[in-house]
Structures are given as C-alpha cells and as structure tokens.
C-alpha cells in the first residue's frame, strides 16, 4: 500500500476510463487478445478507454501484440509499457486491472490489484476462481469479456460503482 502512494499522472488519466494488465510480454499472459477484446468493445463504449499492458518481453510475442494494435488501429488506447520497478502506483490509480492470462499458478497481481482495491476482470482459469471473489470482481471467457467491459465501463445497473464500493473494504490478512 504504501509503494502506491506514488503520483502516476504520466500514465493515468483521471477523465478516461483506464485499465491495467501487468506481467511478462509472453504467449501465456494472451495479451496479444486485448486488441481484439478492446476493438469488439469501443463502439458501445460511453467513455474514453486507455489499457495500459505492463510488462517486460521483446521479440516475437511483442510484436505480434503491436500488429494486432494496428491490426485494429488501437495505437493511442492500447499502451505497452516496460516493465516498471514498482506497478503499484499504476494498479491503484486504474479503474480496472484485467488478467487475460491462458493460466496462472498463482495470480499476484490479482491479489495486488484486491489489496489496493482495484476491482478485477479475470480469464476463466482454475486459479482465478480461487481468488477472484464476487465481491472484487468478474471472472468471465476472452470471449464474453467485451460485452462485460462494455457493462462495467458504462456502469450499467452501476455495476462498476457496486463493485468499486465493495472492494474498498478488502483486507488482506
């Protein structure tokens, strides 16, 4: 908590809705979908969107993510930024982290994100149902989450606004 007192206004931009994803530039992380997920989205969104993917990685995977955002023309809404030493300011200050892992063992950045009450959107995988309860986020198929980041940047029902509402009351123990 304390690492993310920092001031991120060099990413973070208050009046737009941002999302945040963090881990390896790899296949597994399946961050070469966001273009795609974001692209089926835009249309019906009421807000200006910018997903930050945070990550170290070169090579093939990164550039497969960079065609697929010009694939979709995405280049000012979808952001790849090197890894950073210190995540945490740039998790608290978004209003949605989004883990589109294919798999993980253990997913810290989910419970970093619950910790510093970021409310979460993640892949369906075996481990997500473990730590992604209802009341800090959504666990859902890359197939249906277009449609669930539809509802929750529009805040339909205030879906977003409950959610945000609950995990603020997270603790970790």
Not at 3 to 29: C, Q, W, Y
Not at 48 to 72: L, Q, R, T
Not at 86 to 114: G, R
Request: charged letters at 25%.
């Amino acid at each position: 908590k304390e690492s993310a007192t920092l001031n991120v206004t060099d990413l973070i931009h208050e009046e737009d809705f941002n999302i945040i994803s963090v881990g390896r530039i790899d296949p597994i992380k399946q961050f070469d979908y966001i273009p795609s997920i974001l692209n089926t989205a835009k249309d019906l969104l009421k807000k200006n969107v910018n997903w930050y993917i945070i990550g170290a990685g070169s090579g093939e995977h990164k550039e497969k993510i960079k065609n697929e955002i010009a694939k979709y023309e995405l280049q000012g809404s979808i952001i790849l930024v090197e890894a950073k030493d210190n995540p945490y300011p740039y998790i608290k200050n978004a209003n949605l982290y989004v883990c589109t892992s294919l798999s993980e063992s253990f997913s810290y950045s989910i419970f970093e994100s619950k910790i510093l009450h970021t409310p979460v959107v993640s892949n369906n995988f075996p481990v997500a149902q473990e730590v992604v309860e209802k009341d800090c986020g959504w666990i859902c198929s890359l197939e249906e989450m277009p449609d669930l980041l539809v509802k929750i940047i529009n805040d339909e029902g205030g879906i977003y606004t409950k959610m945000k509402e609950s995990i603020s009351s997270y603790e970790y123990s």
